[in-house]
Every structure is written in C-alpha cells, then in structure tokens.
C-alpha cells in the first residue's frame, strides 16, 4: 500500500512540474530589438501605494532613485504634469543624466491650467538642456476637458514663453479631427495604444497598425515631426479581443516597435516605466500593468533574451507538489480518485494564491483577498474530507445556507451548524458569487478580468462533483437559480466577447461546468416543474 501511494505521489509530483512548465517555459527569444536602451519611457512619481487620487507623491529621494534605476536602461523620461510632488524633476532628471519631456496638465479649470503652465514654462526655462521638448496639454480633446480654441490659446502662450518644441499629446482621431492644432505645435505628438482600441488586435496585428497610423499622420502633417507620446501594452488584465495581455507580449510589442520605430526614424515614449497600482480604480487589472518595471521596482522581463510568463514558476510547483503530498499523507487516501483530488485541489490553491497576491493593489482587494483565499481553502478541505470519509450529514439546500447566513449576521450562529454541512454551504455560497459576478461581467465588461483565481477550487470541485455523480440538494427553484443565471451569463458572455477572445472562451466554459452540477441535478430530479411543485 506505502509502494503504491510513493509511486501515485511521484508520478502527480511530475504532472504538476508539468503542468507548471508548460505555460512558463521559456518564449520570445528570438525577437530582438536593435539596441538595449529606450528613448523616452513615461514617469509618474507614484509607488506601489500612492496615488494623485490621494494626492500622495514619492519624495524626492525615492524620485531620485527612480530616476537613476530608468537611466539604466532608457534616455529620458516624459511626465505629465508641473505641479507634481515636492521636487524638481530637472534637477534630478540631470544628475541622472536623463532628458525630460515636460509636461503640462491641462483639464477644464481655468485656474490650475494656469498655475501648470506657469510651473511648466518655469522648470524648462530653469533647465534649458535637460527639459527637451514641452507637451502642452494630455488627451484634452478626448477628454473634452477644452475647447479647440482654448486648447490652442494655452499652447500658443506656453510656447511664446520656452525656447523648446512644444508639442500636444493626442490619440490620431482627434489630430485627423482637428488639424489645426498642428499649425501651433512642433511636433505633432501621437499616442498608439493598440489595446484599448475598438477593435483590439493580437500583438503582430497591433504593430502592423501602427506602422500604417505612422505613415498616415506623415501624410496628413507632412511639414511637422512626428512623435509617438505613448505605446505600450499591458502584462496582465483582461484580454479585449485577440488584444491578450502578458508578460510575454509586452516585452515582444515593446522590442518590435523599437525596431519600428528606428526603421522609421520616429522618436518615441512608451508607457510607461513602473507599474501604477491606482490606475486600477479607473482601468482595471490593465492600468495598473503597463510598466516595464512592477510597483516594487523589479524588471519584469529582460530586454533581450528568452522571457518566462511567471519567473517564480519553480517555486509554485514545488509548493503544488508538496501540498499536494501533504493532502495524500495526512488524510490517508490511496485511491486513483482521492489522490487525483489532492493533486488537483493543491494545484488550484497554489494558482489562486500566487495570482491573487500579485493583483493586491488596494485595500478594498486585500480585504477580499483575505476572505476568499481561506474559504477556496477550508473548501478544499472539506472536500478531501468528504471524499475519505464519505457524506455523513444530509445535504444542505440553499435556503439552509441563507438561514445560517441569517443567523451569522444576527450573532446566532453556533459553529457545529456551519460545520457538519460546510461543503453544501460553501458550494452554494460561491456558486451564487460567480453567477454575480458573472452578470457584471455581462453588463459592465470593460475593465472586468475572467475571475479564474477566485473559482480556481470550485472549478475544479465542479468537475470532479460532476464525474463522480455527486450533485448538490436541489430541493426548491432557490437552489438551482444560482446556477441557471450563471450558465446564461456565460453564454452572452461569450457573444459579447466574441470568437477571438480566448482568456473568456475558456473562462465561459469554465462558468458553465461550475453551473453544471446543479442544473444536472435538476434535469435528474425530472426537471423543473417538480422542483416548482415542491417549492
């Protein structure tokens, strides 16, 4: 029996390698960049946990150091406002020997468009050599913060007042809608972020785009110098189309249009140089992934060379392997399918953990965090439980899990209720959770993420619920209208994602299998107009 269990531990041990190196195994080495360095990368004076939400800036120590860390591996920097922080951004952008793009942030107050370009036309005036170029306005005309006319007011003053280009920063559609501008600027300053498009196209597509964008605008402003504001792509968040965010194809967007770029002789920014955590709030998983290094200042892929999607791959298999171990010994099974179980429930912990703790960006996640991962792990343990010693309790409906919620929230609840059914209430509790989030990702889609990490245990328990026929109490409609609205917002899930969108094709299914064990329980219970009765 000790044989048999060593050898059924080795050989899922080795899956698990397996099934941890597959997606991590070394990609992109052959795409080059013809040099190591980048000419501008975006700025923004923000750590892990500060924000200009909150008005919280990085001192100018920790700015400095920044600064020192970019100018290893780009020229200069852009920023995007004058008034930003206690420091002064020429000043340390000098002693680290990077140039600046000025920037001025202009909105639709009047009075801080005002003291911005007092403060911008001040530090390039101040740093003549280092601030390069000065980019009046961000985005004024997509944001339709500004009128044209005003837009062009603000420009015209700021430049009469610096020796530098000035330039505007905008998306093509709104220098194709309003060229006049062109006339008040030197350069004219685009901004090709192929992710957030319409009509989101795969990595290889994207750079094709902007290839013909970049000849297009030439065309159009045939007497002015182009330059590229921003591009970029995202290492992780939703996928939008064939547009799949990763660390993979950030690293290959970013050294195939460097090598653009250079072809075309365009000068270029690309965003952006950390991670921003708080764009979270406003851009979902996305916004908060667009830097070439993470919020703690760690390179999230070599510029040259072979990239791996999770760098700390080896240590989740190890941590799989040997949880999964671990279930086998203490709960003493030996069964093809018990030790199955274990290995595939210490899998999706392992995954749900490392992807949740890299997605902790503010405290409203980390408080969900710590609710979610512990309740995907009791509800592993219960399974393994139920799966050595067998049910013992009659199952639990979902009126039974409400009325223990009821009685929890009153201060009534004793812990032997919760217990003896702990596998029927926590099936049904994240059930009715996916079928809610499920529906926001039906209605409010944009900046949503496929909630894999969430489910990754009930996923899996769904399938092993649905292949050894153990299906949950199906007693009243109550209990199985969970699973219906789950099953039907992943079909219009899936339509409004469409075929390209892999990441929500697998997710979709994955919602319908984990809808599935109480709609077969339906369909078993000969269908619902007995449910109906009996309710």
Request: hydrophobic content about 50%; glycine content about 6%.
């Amino acid at each position: 029996m000790q044989s048999a269990r060593f050898y059924q531990i080795f050989w899922f041990s080795l899956v698990t390698v397996l099934v941890w190196y597959w997606p991590n195994r070394p990609q992109a080495g052959n795409v080059t960049m013809p040099d190591a360095r980048f000419e501008s990368v975006s700025y923004a004076p923000f750590t892990a946990w500060q924000s200009p939400l909150t008005k919280d800036f990085a001192n100018s120590s920790q700015v400095a150091h920044d600064l020192h860390l970019i100018a290893n591996s780009a020229d200069g920097v852009r920023t995007y406002a004058s008034i930003e922080g206690n420091f002064d951004i020429g000043t340390l952008a000098k002693q680290a020997h990077l140039k600046v793009w000025e920037g001025i942030w202009l909105d639709a107050n009047p009075r801080d468009n005002a003291r911005e370009m007092a403060a911008g036309i001040k530090e390039a005036n101040e740093h003549p050599k280092t601030v390069t170029r000065v980019v009046v306005g961000n985005e004024v005309l997509l944001r339709r913060d500004l009128s044209v006319t005003n837009l062009i007011k603000d420009i015209d003053s700021v430049r009469k007042e610096v020796k530098q280009p000035v330039a505007y920063a905008d998306v093509p559609k709104f220098w194709f809608e309003f060229p006049q501008v062109a006339k008040h600027v030197d350069i004219v300053m685009i901004h090709l972020l192929p992710y957030w498009q319409n009509h989101p196209v795969d990595v290889n597509a994207a750079i094709a785009r902007i290839a013909r964008t970049i000849e297009e605008v030439k065309r159009r402003f045939p007497e002015k110098k182009i330059s590229v504001g921003e591009t970029g792509w995202p290492s992780r968040g939703r996928w939008r189309g064939g547009a799949a965010p990763s660390r993979v194809n950030e690293i290959v967007f970013l050294r195939k249009f460097v090598s653009l770029a250079e072809r075309e002789h365009i000068d270029y920014n690309l965003i952006e140089a950390f991670d921003q955590n708080w764009k979270y709030h406003d851009e979902g998983v996305a916004g908060a992934n667009w830097g070439i290094w993470n919020a703690a200042r760690v390179p999230k892929f070599p510029l040259h060379g072979a990239v791996v999607e999770m760098p700390c791959w080896r240590l989740y298999a190890f941590a799989a392997l040997v949880l999964g171990s671990g279930f086998v010994l203490v709960f003493g099974v030996s069964r093809l399918a018990a030790v199955t179980l274990a290995f595939g429930l210490s899998n999706a912990l392992v995954y749900a953990t490392a992807t949740t703790l890299h997605t902790l960006y503010d405290f409203s996640l980390l408080v969900c965090a710590s609710v979610n991962l512990p309740a995907q792990a009791l509800f592993a343990y219960t399974a393994l439980r139920r799966a050595t010693i067998g049910r013992v309790y009659p199952p639990a409906s979902g009126i039974d899990t409400i009325k223990l919620m009821r009685s929890a929230l009153s201060g009534h609840m004793r812990l032997h209720q919760f217990r003896h059914e702990a596998f029927d209430h926590l099936w049904f509790l994240f059930v009715i959770t996916a079928s809610i989030l499920q529906m926001m990702l039906v209605f409010d889609p944009r900046y949503r993420d496929a909630p894999f990490a969430v489910f990754a245990v009930p996923i899996f328990l769904a399938i092993w619920r649905l292949w050894n026929g153990d299906l949950p109490c199906v007693d009243t409609w109550r209990d199985v209208v969970p699973s219906l609205i789950l099953a039907g917002g992943a079909l219009m899930s899936a339509i409004i994602s469409g075929a390209a969108n892999s990441e929500f094709l697998i997710w979709n299914t994955l919602a319908i299998i984990l809808a599935a064990p109480g709609l077969v329980g339906v369909w078993r219970r000969s269908g619902f107009r007995s449910i109906a009765g009996h309710s």
